[in-house]
Protein backbone atom coordinates (compact mmCIF):
# COMPACT_ATOMS: atom_id res chain seq x y z
CA UNK A 1 0.00 0.00 0.00
CA UNK A 2 1.51 3.42 -1.04
CA UNK A 3 2.39 6.18 1.85
CA UNK A 4 0.81 9.24 1.79
CA UNK A 5 2.89 11.64 0.36
CA UNK A 6 1.88 14.24 2.64
CA UNK A 7 4.76 12.81 6.25
CA UNK A 8 7.44 13.42 3.50
CA UNK A 9 6.95 16.54 2.40
CA UNK A 10 6.34 17.97 5.79
CA UNK A 11 9.81 16.14 6.56
CA UNK A 12 11.56 17.87 3.44
CA UNK A 13 9.87 21.13 4.55
CA UNK A 14 11.56 20.72 8.47
CA UNK A 15 14.96 20.10 6.52
CA UNK A 16 14.88 22.92 4.33
CA UNK A 17 13.46 25.16 7.71
CA UNK A 18 16.97 23.85 9.35
CA UNK A 19 19.04 24.54 6.19
CA UNK A 20 17.80 28.11 5.67
CA UNK A 21 18.68 28.82 9.45
CA UNK A 22 22.44 27.73 8.65
CA UNK A 23 22.64 29.51 4.65
CA UNK A 24 19.85 31.46 2.91
CA UNK A 25 18.75 29.37 0.61
CA UNK A 26 16.31 30.05 -2.32
CA UNK A 27 13.25 26.71 -3.19
CA UNK A 28 12.22 26.84 -6.79
CA UNK A 29 9.59 24.43 -6.69
CA UNK A 30 8.50 22.48 -10.00
CA UNK A 31 5.85 20.03 -10.56
CA UNK A 32 6.84 17.19 -8.18
CA UNK A 33 10.17 18.21 -7.25
CA UNK A 34 11.89 21.03 -5.96
CA UNK A 35 15.73 22.87 -6.66
CA UNK A 36 17.43 23.97 -3.76
CA UNK A 37 20.19 26.60 -4.29
CA UNK A 38 21.93 29.67 -2.27
CA UNK A 39 20.81 32.53 -2.22
CA UNK A 40 23.49 33.30 -4.72
CA UNK A 41 22.81 30.85 -7.12
CA UNK A 42 24.91 27.48 -5.81
CA UNK A 43 23.01 24.22 -6.44
CA UNK A 44 22.28 22.35 -3.44
CA UNK A 45 19.68 19.89 -4.27
CA UNK A 46 18.17 19.69 -8.15
CA UNK A 47 15.07 17.18 -8.60
CA UNK A 48 17.10 13.37 -7.70
CA UNK A 49 20.23 15.14 -7.21
CA UNK A 50 22.11 16.38 -4.08
CA UNK A 51 25.69 18.60 -4.86
CA UNK A 52 27.38 18.16 -1.36
CA UNK A 53 29.61 20.86 -0.20
CA UNK A 54 33.41 20.41 1.31
CA UNK A 55 35.54 22.33 3.05
CA UNK A 56 39.30 22.56 2.60
CA UNK A 57 41.76 25.19 4.61
CA UNK A 58 43.84 27.81 3.03
CA UNK A 59 47.14 29.13 3.77
CA UNK A 60 46.25 30.88 6.91
CA UNK A 61 44.16 27.68 8.05
CA UNK A 62 41.22 29.64 7.28
CA UNK A 63 38.16 26.77 6.81
CA UNK A 64 37.01 27.46 2.36
CA UNK A 65 33.19 26.13 1.78
CA UNK A 66 33.72 24.52 -1.97
CA UNK A 67 30.94 23.65 -4.14
CA UNK A 68 31.98 21.41 -6.88
CA UNK A 69 35.43 22.58 -6.75
CA UNK A 70 34.53 26.32 -6.76
CA UNK A 71 35.37 28.38 -3.65
CA UNK A 72 31.93 30.01 -2.55
CA UNK A 73 33.15 31.01 1.23
CA UNK A 74 32.91 34.89 -0.04
CA UNK A 75 29.04 34.63 -1.67
CA UNK A 76 27.47 32.97 2.10
CA UNK A 77 26.02 36.34 3.46
CA UNK A 78 23.61 35.32 5.82
CA UNK A 79 22.40 32.57 7.97
CA UNK A 80 24.37 31.50 10.89
CA UNK A 81 27.12 30.54 8.69
CA UNK A 82 27.31 33.50 6.79
CA UNK A 83 27.49 35.53 10.07
CA UNK A 84 30.47 33.48 11.26
CA UNK A 85 32.09 33.65 8.07
CA UNK A 86 31.74 37.77 8.21
CA UNK A 87 32.86 37.65 12.21
CA UNK A 88 36.30 35.19 10.82
CA UNK A 89 37.04 36.89 7.67
CA UNK A 90 36.07 40.77 7.83
CA UNK A 91 35.22 41.91 11.33
CA UNK A 92 37.68 39.82 13.48
CA UNK A 93 40.65 40.30 11.01
CA UNK A 94 39.87 44.33 10.69
CA UNK A 95 40.56 44.61 14.86
CA UNK A 96 43.35 42.66 14.83
CA UNK A 97 44.86 44.91 12.06
CA UNK A 98 43.83 47.92 14.34
CA UNK A 99 45.54 46.49 17.41
CA UNK A 100 48.54 45.22 14.98
CA UNK A 101 48.93 48.84 14.00
CA UNK A 102 48.94 50.34 17.57
CA UNK A 103 51.24 47.27 18.60
CA UNK A 104 53.83 48.16 15.68
CA UNK A 105 53.22 52.12 16.12
CA UNK A 106 54.04 52.02 19.60
CA UNK A 107 57.19 49.56 19.60
CA UNK A 108 58.32 50.98 16.59
CA UNK A 109 58.47 54.59 18.37
CA UNK A 110 59.89 53.10 21.62
CA UNK A 111 62.01 51.93 20.14
CA UNK A 112 63.89 54.77 17.98
CA UNK A 113 63.79 56.97 21.71
CA UNK A 114 65.39 53.69 22.89
CA UNK A 115 68.17 53.59 20.51
CA UNK A 116 69.01 57.15 20.57
CA UNK A 117 69.96 57.01 24.54
CA UNK A 118 72.30 55.23 26.68
CA UNK A 119 72.25 52.65 29.37
CA UNK A 120 72.22 52.68 32.54
CA UNK A 121 76.17 51.41 32.17
CA UNK A 122 76.54 54.55 29.80
CA UNK A 123 76.93 52.27 26.80
CA UNK A 124 74.62 53.65 23.70
CA UNK A 125 71.72 51.61 22.83
CA UNK A 126 72.01 52.09 19.17
CA UNK A 127 71.39 47.96 18.63
CA UNK A 128 69.01 47.47 21.92
CA UNK A 129 65.81 47.80 21.05
CA UNK A 130 63.35 47.32 23.97
CA UNK A 131 60.65 46.08 21.52
CA UNK A 132 61.55 43.04 19.01
CA UNK A 133 61.05 45.16 15.92
CA UNK A 134 57.55 44.36 14.51
CA UNK A 135 57.18 42.88 10.72
CA UNK A 136 57.21 45.57 8.23
CA UNK A 137 53.54 44.77 7.60
CA UNK A 138 52.74 45.11 11.04
CA UNK A 139 50.72 42.06 10.44
CA UNK A 140 50.47 40.09 13.46
CA UNK A 141 52.30 42.91 15.40
CA UNK A 142 49.91 42.24 18.16
CA UNK A 143 50.29 39.24 18.82
CA UNK A 144 54.57 38.88 18.49
CA UNK A 145 55.13 42.11 20.82
CA UNK A 146 57.18 41.38 23.16
CA UNK A 147 60.31 42.91 25.33
CA UNK A 148 63.80 42.68 23.10
CA UNK A 149 66.10 42.77 26.58
CA UNK A 150 66.06 41.15 29.91
CA UNK A 151 68.20 43.11 31.45
CA UNK A 152 66.72 46.72 33.15
CA UNK A 153 69.88 47.65 32.81
CA UNK A 154 69.79 48.00 29.62
CA UNK A 155 66.42 50.55 29.02
CA UNK A 156 68.50 53.69 27.68
CA UNK A 157 66.66 56.01 30.15
CA UNK A 158 69.67 58.20 29.99
CA UNK A 159 70.34 60.61 27.24
CA UNK A 160 74.03 62.02 27.96
CA UNK A 161 75.66 58.44 28.77
CA UNK A 162 75.42 58.96 32.52
CA UNK A 163 73.40 56.95 34.61
CA UNK A 164 71.17 59.60 36.92
CA UNK A 165 70.33 61.22 33.71
CA UNK A 166 66.70 61.00 32.73
CA UNK A 167 66.48 62.43 29.88
CA UNK A 168 65.42 59.69 27.36
CA UNK A 169 63.02 58.57 30.11
CA UNK A 170 61.23 61.58 30.10
CA UNK A 171 61.29 61.21 25.60
CA UNK A 172 59.75 58.13 25.99
CA UNK A 173 57.00 59.19 28.22
CA UNK A 174 56.78 62.24 26.02
CA UNK A 175 55.42 59.45 23.54
CA UNK A 176 52.60 59.00 25.06
CA UNK A 177 51.16 62.77 24.02
CA UNK A 178 52.36 62.53 20.45
CA UNK A 179 50.41 61.30 17.37
CA UNK A 180 52.71 58.08 16.80
CA UNK A 181 49.61 56.20 15.67
CA UNK A 182 47.62 56.78 12.19
CA UNK A 183 47.76 60.45 13.71
CA UNK A 184 46.78 59.92 17.32
CA UNK A 185 48.04 59.32 20.53
CA UNK A 186 48.48 55.62 22.04
CA UNK A 187 45.83 55.59 24.73
CA UNK A 188 43.30 57.79 22.02
CA UNK A 189 43.88 55.10 19.20
CA UNK A 190 43.01 52.89 21.86
CA UNK A 191 39.62 53.89 22.82
CA UNK A 192 39.01 54.09 19.54
CA UNK A 193 39.11 50.23 18.97
CA UNK A 194 37.43 50.02 22.28
CA UNK A 195 34.66 52.09 21.17
CA UNK A 196 34.82 50.02 17.51
CA UNK A 197 34.27 46.73 18.85
CA UNK A 198 32.17 48.09 21.82
CA UNK A 199 29.90 49.79 19.01
CA UNK A 200 29.88 46.54 16.62
CA UNK A 201 28.88 44.38 19.67
CA UNK A 202 26.05 46.80 20.83
CA UNK A 203 24.32 46.95 16.77
CA UNK A 204 24.50 43.33 16.14
CA UNK A 205 22.77 42.60 19.74
CA UNK A 206 20.00 45.55 18.55
CA UNK A 207 19.97 43.37 15.47
CA UNK A 208 19.65 40.35 16.54
CA UNK A 209 16.97 41.38 18.63
CA UNK A 210 14.58 43.08 16.14
CA UNK A 211 15.69 39.61 13.92
CA UNK A 212 14.39 37.52 16.54
CA UNK A 213 11.26 39.60 17.14
CA UNK A 214 10.43 39.35 13.42
CA UNK A 215 10.87 35.52 13.37
CA UNK A 216 8.60 35.24 16.49
CA UNK A 217 6.22 37.42 14.62
CA UNK A 218 6.48 34.88 11.32
CA UNK A 219 6.19 31.98 13.27
CA UNK A 220 3.15 33.24 15.04
CA UNK A 221 1.48 33.93 11.70
CA UNK A 222 2.48 30.14 10.47
CA UNK A 223 1.54 28.41 13.59
CA UNK A 224 -1.94 30.93 13.15
CA UNK A 225 -2.60 28.81 9.80
CA UNK A 226 -0.49 25.36 10.63
CA UNK A 227 -0.63 25.12 14.04
CA UNK A 228 -2.89 22.23 15.71
CA UNK A 229 -5.57 23.57 18.05
CA UNK A 230 -6.92 20.89 20.07
CA UNK A 231 -10.10 22.33 21.05
CA UNK A 232 -10.83 22.31 17.47
CA UNK A 233 -9.28 18.88 16.88
CA UNK A 234 -11.67 18.05 19.47
CA UNK A 235 -14.55 19.73 17.85
CA UNK A 236 -13.48 17.79 14.65
CA UNK A 237 -14.06 14.74 16.16
CA UNK A 238 -16.92 14.92 17.91
CA UNK A 239 -18.30 16.31 14.47
CA UNK A 240 -16.93 13.07 12.75
CA UNK A 241 -17.87 11.08 15.85
CA UNK A 242 -21.45 12.22 15.39
CA UNK A 243 -21.17 11.70 11.37
CA UNK A 244 -20.11 8.17 12.06
CA UNK A 245 -23.24 7.27 14.98
CA UNK A 246 -25.29 9.22 12.48
CA UNK A 247 -24.44 7.14 9.78
CA UNK A 248 -24.26 3.74 11.39
CA UNK A 249 -28.16 4.39 12.36
CA UNK A 250 -28.82 5.31 8.88
CA UNK A 251 -27.50 1.81 8.20
CA UNK A 252 -28.92 0.21 11.14
CA UNK A 253 -32.94 2.10 9.99
CA UNK A 254 -31.79 0.69 6.36
CA UNK A 255 -30.78 -2.54 7.89
CA UNK A 256 -34.23 -2.48 9.48
CA UNK A 257 -36.67 -1.67 6.79
CA UNK A 258 -34.72 -4.63 5.05
CA UNK A 259 -35.21 -6.81 7.26
CA UNK A 260 -38.85 -6.49 7.01
CA UNK A 261 -39.19 -6.02 3.72
CA UNK A 262 -37.69 -9.62 3.63
CA UNK A 263 -39.59 -10.96 6.38
CA UNK A 264 -42.62 -9.71 4.31
CA UNK A 265 -41.77 -12.18 1.34
CA UNK A 266 -41.12 -15.25 3.66
CA UNK A 267 -44.16 -14.70 5.69
CA UNK B 1 -9.66 35.40 13.48
CA UNK B 2 -7.59 32.28 13.93
CA UNK B 3 -4.71 32.73 16.73
CA UNK B 4 -1.36 30.77 17.14
CA UNK B 5 -2.43 27.68 19.13
CA UNK B 6 0.92 27.37 20.74
CA UNK B 7 1.74 30.31 22.18
CA UNK B 8 5.08 28.38 24.32
CA UNK B 9 8.34 29.95 22.26
CA UNK B 10 6.51 33.14 22.07
CA UNK B 11 6.32 32.63 26.24
CA UNK B 12 9.69 31.11 26.05
CA UNK B 13 11.31 34.03 24.13
CA UNK B 14 9.71 36.28 26.99
CA UNK B 15 11.23 34.25 29.65
CA UNK B 16 15.20 34.34 28.13
CA UNK B 17 14.65 37.62 28.02
CA UNK B 18 13.35 38.85 31.24
CA UNK B 19 16.58 36.22 32.16
CA UNK B 20 18.89 38.65 30.52
CA UNK B 21 17.78 41.49 31.97
CA UNK B 22 17.79 39.56 35.14
CA UNK B 23 21.41 38.85 35.06
CA UNK B 24 22.67 42.07 33.34
CA UNK B 25 21.11 43.48 36.70
CA UNK B 26 22.93 41.22 38.91
CA UNK B 27 25.99 41.26 37.13
CA UNK B 28 25.66 45.47 37.85
CA UNK B 29 25.11 45.05 41.23
CA UNK B 30 27.81 42.89 41.89
CA UNK B 31 30.50 44.59 40.33
CA UNK B 32 29.40 48.13 40.76
CA UNK B 33 29.45 48.89 37.04
CA UNK B 34 27.08 49.80 34.23
CA UNK B 35 29.48 48.90 31.69
CA UNK B 36 30.98 45.75 32.02
CA UNK B 37 31.52 44.94 28.71
CA UNK B 38 32.33 47.97 26.08
CA UNK B 39 29.07 46.78 24.01
CA UNK B 40 27.01 47.69 27.53
CA UNK B 41 27.89 51.59 26.47
CA UNK B 42 30.68 52.20 23.81
CA UNK B 43 31.17 56.10 24.07
CA UNK B 44 31.48 55.67 27.75
CA UNK B 45 33.57 52.86 27.34
CA UNK B 46 35.91 54.33 25.23
CA UNK B 47 35.90 57.51 27.42
CA UNK B 48 36.48 55.27 30.37
CA UNK B 49 39.98 53.78 28.60
CA UNK B 50 41.26 57.66 28.07
CA UNK B 51 39.76 58.51 31.72
CA UNK B 52 42.29 55.32 33.11
CA UNK B 53 45.03 56.61 30.75
CA UNK B 54 44.78 59.83 32.66
CA UNK B 55 44.85 58.37 36.11
CA UNK B 56 47.54 56.08 35.94
CA UNK B 57 48.96 59.40 34.16
CA UNK B 58 48.17 61.69 37.41
CA UNK B 59 49.59 58.82 39.37
CA UNK B 60 52.68 59.00 37.91
CA UNK B 61 53.50 62.31 38.20
CA UNK B 62 52.37 62.43 41.88
CA UNK B 63 54.88 59.09 42.52
CA UNK B 64 57.52 61.68 40.65
CA UNK B 65 56.78 64.15 42.99
CA UNK B 66 56.94 62.67 46.07
CA UNK B 67 59.95 61.08 44.77
CA UNK B 68 61.71 64.29 43.83
CA UNK B 69 60.66 66.07 46.95
CA UNK B 70 62.77 64.20 48.99
CA UNK B 71 65.74 64.44 47.46
CA UNK B 72 65.22 68.45 47.15
CA UNK B 73 64.34 69.06 50.89
CA UNK B 74 67.75 66.95 51.60
CA UNK B 75 69.60 69.15 49.07
CA UNK B 76 68.01 71.81 50.78
CA UNK B 77 69.03 71.15 54.12
CA UNK B 78 71.98 70.12 53.15
CA UNK B 79 72.57 73.89 51.39
CA UNK B 80 70.81 75.17 54.67
CA UNK B 81 74.41 74.15 56.55
CA UNK B 82 76.40 74.91 54.15
CA UNK B 83 75.52 78.47 54.16
CA UNK B 84 76.16 78.28 58.40
CA UNK B 85 79.46 76.56 57.52
CA UNK B 86 80.41 79.34 55.45
CA UNK B 87 78.91 81.74 58.12
CA UNK B 88 81.50 80.40 61.06
CA UNK B 89 83.95 80.79 58.09
CA UNK B 90 83.36 84.06 57.44
CA UNK B 91 83.59 84.84 61.08
CA UNK B 92 86.77 82.82 61.89
CA UNK B 93 88.44 84.65 58.67
CA UNK B 94 87.52 88.45 60.39
CA UNK B 95 88.54 86.98 63.72
CA UNK B 96 92.19 86.13 61.90
CA UNK B 97 91.83 89.40 60.49
CA UNK B 98 92.24 91.39 63.78
CA UNK B 99 96.03 92.92 64.11
CA UNK B 100 95.74 91.40 68.16
CA UNK B 101 96.39 88.31 66.83
CA UNK B 102 99.39 86.42 66.82
CA UNK B 103 100.48 83.62 63.88
CA UNK B 104 100.02 80.87 66.60
CA UNK B 105 96.22 81.74 66.78
CA UNK B 106 96.05 82.27 63.31
CA UNK B 107 97.01 78.70 62.67
CA UNK B 108 94.86 77.41 64.77
CA UNK B 109 92.23 79.39 63.06
CA UNK B 110 93.72 78.10 59.46
CA UNK B 111 93.12 74.48 61.05
CA UNK B 112 89.48 74.91 62.51
CA UNK B 113 88.38 76.00 58.81
CA UNK B 114 90.71 73.35 57.61
CA UNK B 115 87.97 71.06 58.99
CA UNK B 116 84.97 73.65 57.67
CA UNK B 117 86.76 72.56 54.38
CA UNK B 118 86.08 69.17 55.05
CA UNK B 119 82.88 69.11 55.95
CA UNK B 120 81.69 71.21 53.07
CA UNK B 121 83.33 68.63 51.07
CA UNK B 122 80.93 65.95 52.57
CA UNK B 123 78.14 67.96 52.41
CA UNK B 124 78.74 68.51 48.62
CA UNK B 125 79.23 64.64 48.37
CA UNK B 126 75.72 64.42 49.96
CA UNK B 127 74.00 61.06 48.64
CA UNK B 128 70.27 60.31 48.58
CA UNK B 129 69.26 56.70 48.32
CA UNK B 130 72.33 56.25 46.82
CA UNK B 131 72.30 58.99 44.44
CA UNK B 132 74.97 62.32 44.60
CA UNK B 133 72.42 64.85 44.39
CA UNK B 134 74.98 67.58 43.90
CA UNK B 135 77.11 65.32 40.57
CA UNK B 136 74.40 66.71 38.09
CA UNK B 137 73.45 63.56 35.91
CA UNK B 138 76.76 61.61 37.09
CA UNK B 139 74.85 60.61 40.03
CA UNK B 140 76.98 57.53 40.75
CA UNK B 141 79.77 58.70 41.57
CA UNK B 142 81.05 61.55 44.37
CA UNK B 143 81.35 64.71 42.72
CA UNK B 144 83.93 66.11 44.89
CA UNK B 145 87.89 64.75 45.27
CA UNK B 146 90.23 66.09 47.26
CA UNK B 147 93.18 66.87 44.77
CA UNK B 148 95.93 69.07 46.46
CA UNK B 149 97.37 70.03 42.86
CA UNK B 150 94.66 71.83 42.38
CA UNK B 151 94.31 75.22 43.20
CA UNK B 152 90.93 74.86 44.96
CA UNK B 153 92.04 71.80 46.66
CA UNK B 154 89.05 70.29 45.28
CA UNK B 155 88.41 68.23 41.92
CA UNK B 156 84.48 68.40 40.27
CA UNK B 157 84.15 65.02 38.68
CA UNK B 158 80.88 65.98 38.52
CA UNK B 159 79.06 66.74 35.24
CA UNK B 160 76.66 70.02 34.26
CA UNK B 161 73.81 67.80 33.40
CA UNK B 162 70.10 68.85 34.89
CA UNK B 163 67.01 66.31 34.73
CA UNK B 164 63.49 67.94 33.63
CA UNK B 165 60.90 66.07 35.41
CA UNK B 166 57.15 65.99 34.36
CA UNK B 167 54.81 66.62 36.76
CA UNK B 168 52.10 67.58 34.99
CA UNK B 169 50.48 67.68 31.79
CA UNK B 170 52.86 70.30 29.84
CA UNK B 171 54.53 70.61 33.14
CA UNK B 172 58.21 69.99 33.68
CA UNK B 173 60.40 71.12 36.35
CA UNK B 174 64.34 70.86 36.71
CA UNK B 175 65.22 68.44 39.19
CA UNK B 176 68.68 68.91 40.20
CA UNK B 177 70.97 71.95 40.71
CA UNK B 178 74.87 70.64 39.88
CA UNK B 179 77.93 71.30 41.74
CA UNK B 180 79.31 73.18 39.00
CA UNK B 181 76.74 75.84 39.09
CA UNK B 182 76.67 75.69 42.98
CA UNK B 183 80.12 74.82 44.60
CA UNK B 184 82.73 75.44 41.41
CA UNK B 185 80.76 78.60 39.70
CA UNK B 186 83.00 80.47 38.75
CA UNK B 187 84.11 83.58 40.59
CA UNK B 188 82.08 82.67 43.12
CA UNK B 189 83.56 79.12 43.88
CA UNK B 190 83.27 77.95 47.51
CA UNK B 191 86.09 75.98 47.54
CA UNK B 192 88.51 78.05 46.27
CA UNK B 193 88.00 81.02 48.61
CA UNK B 194 87.87 78.66 51.59
CA UNK B 195 91.11 77.35 50.54
CA UNK B 196 92.07 80.83 49.63
CA UNK B 197 91.09 82.00 53.74
CA UNK B 198 93.24 79.33 54.81
CA UNK B 199 96.22 79.94 52.96
CA UNK B 200 95.65 83.78 53.76
CA UNK B 201 95.50 82.71 57.57
CA UNK B 202 98.51 80.89 57.11
CA UNK B 203 100.41 83.26 55.66
CA UNK B 204 98.96 86.08 57.48
CA UNK B 205 98.53 88.18 54.12
CA UNK B 206 95.24 89.13 52.08
CA UNK B 207 93.01 87.89 54.44
CA UNK B 208 90.59 90.47 54.03
CA UNK B 209 90.68 89.64 50.07
CA UNK B 210 89.74 86.17 51.13
CA UNK B 211 87.14 86.74 53.36
CA UNK B 212 84.98 89.10 50.56
CA UNK B 213 85.69 85.73 48.74
CA UNK B 214 84.07 83.75 51.10
CA UNK B 215 81.51 86.43 51.47
CA UNK B 216 80.40 86.57 47.79
CA UNK B 217 80.35 82.27 47.73
CA UNK B 218 78.33 82.67 50.87
CA UNK B 219 75.84 85.37 48.73
CA UNK B 220 75.84 82.63 45.62
CA UNK B 221 74.96 79.94 47.45
CA UNK B 222 72.01 81.97 48.99
CA UNK B 223 70.83 82.96 45.81
CA UNK B 224 71.18 79.83 44.56
CA UNK B 225 68.95 77.95 47.47
CA UNK B 226 65.61 79.96 46.45
CA UNK B 227 65.58 76.94 43.28
CA UNK B 228 65.31 74.29 45.71
CA UNK B 229 62.78 76.31 47.84
CA UNK B 230 60.68 77.49 44.31
CA UNK B 231 60.52 73.83 43.16
CA UNK B 232 59.71 72.91 46.36
CA UNK B 233 56.89 74.89 46.61
CA UNK B 234 55.90 74.35 43.15
CA UNK B 235 55.46 70.25 43.40
CA UNK B 236 53.35 71.12 46.46
CA UNK B 237 51.06 73.26 44.36
CA UNK B 238 50.97 70.85 41.62
CA UNK B 239 50.60 67.64 45.00
CA UNK B 240 47.54 69.63 45.96
CA UNK B 241 46.25 70.47 42.18
CA UNK B 242 46.98 66.77 41.28
CA UNK B 243 44.95 65.32 44.13
CA UNK B 244 42.04 66.66 43.49
CA UNK B 245 42.53 65.72 39.89
CA UNK B 246 42.44 62.19 41.02
CA UNK B 247 39.64 62.78 42.98
CA UNK B 248 37.87 64.34 39.73
CA UNK B 249 39.06 61.57 37.59
CA UNK B 250 37.55 58.66 39.84
CA UNK B 251 34.33 60.84 39.82
CA UNK B 252 34.17 61.23 36.63
CA UNK B 253 34.65 57.43 36.44
CA UNK B 254 31.62 56.52 38.31
CA UNK B 255 29.77 58.84 36.34
CA UNK B 256 30.55 56.73 33.50
CA UNK B 257 30.78 53.39 34.25
CA UNK B 258 29.47 53.00 37.65
CA UNK B 259 26.08 51.26 38.31
CA UNK B 260 22.89 53.71 39.58
CA UNK B 261 22.63 51.09 41.85
CA UNK B 262 18.95 52.21 43.20
CA UNK B 263 18.02 51.94 39.62
CA UNK B 264 19.78 48.25 38.85
CA UNK B 265 17.99 47.25 41.66
CA UNK B 266 14.64 48.54 41.01
CA UNK B 267 14.89 46.66 37.14
CA UNK B 268 15.92 43.62 38.63
CA UNK B 269 12.84 43.30 41.37
CA UNK B 270 10.38 44.13 38.27
CA UNK B 271 12.66 41.51 36.16
CA UNK B 272 12.12 39.01 38.85
CA UNK B 273 8.15 39.96 38.60
CA UNK B 274 7.70 39.59 35.34
CA UNK B 275 10.01 36.44 34.91
CA UNK B 276 7.39 35.02 37.65
CA UNK B 277 4.57 36.05 35.82
CA UNK B 278 5.66 34.45 32.54
CA UNK B 279 6.61 31.29 34.41
CA UNK B 280 2.78 31.37 35.83
CA UNK B 281 1.36 31.79 32.25
CA UNK B 282 3.33 29.42 31.07
CA UNK B 283 2.12 26.91 33.64
CA UNK B 284 -1.57 28.06 32.71
CA UNK B 285 -1.46 27.22 29.43
CA UNK B 286 -3.61 24.52 27.62
CA UNK B 287 -4.54 22.56 30.93
CA UNK B 288 -7.71 22.66 29.72
CA UNK B 289 -9.09 22.02 26.21
CA UNK B 290 -12.21 20.59 25.07
CA UNK B 291 -11.05 17.14 24.67
CA UNK B 292 -11.81 17.38 29.02
CA UNK B 293 -15.01 17.90 28.41
CA UNK B 294 -16.19 15.04 26.07
CA UNK B 295 -17.07 11.80 27.76
Known sequence: MGQSAGTFIDQRTQLIDQLSSLVDVSVIPSDNTLTLTTSSGTALVAGQQSFQLSTQPDTSGSQHIFAEGRDITSTIVSGQLGGELQARDQQIPSIQAQLDTLAAGLANAVNAVQTSGYDLNGNSSTKNNLFTPPPASTTGAAASLSVAITDPALIAASSDGSAGSNGNAEAMYGLSNQAIISGQSPTTFYSGIVFNIGNAVANTSAAQNASSLVLQQLNDQRSSISGVSLDEEAANMMRYQQAYAASAEVISSINTMMEAVINMKTS | ?295
Open chain 2, 1 to 295: MRINPNPLPDLLSALSKTEQQINSDLQQTASGQSVNVPSDNPANAAMLVRNAGQTAEADQFLRSISSITGEMQTADSALNSVVSVLQRAISLGVEGGNSTVNAGDRAALASEVQGIQSQLISLANLSYQGNFVFAGTATQTAPYLLDSTSASGVQYVGNSGVNQVTVGDHLTVAANLPGSQLFSAPGSDVFQAVQDLITSLQSGSNIDTAISEVSSAYQHINTQRVFYGNVINQLNTQQTFLNSDTTQLAQQQNTLGGADLSKVLSDLVNAQTARQATLEAVGQTQQTNLFNYIK
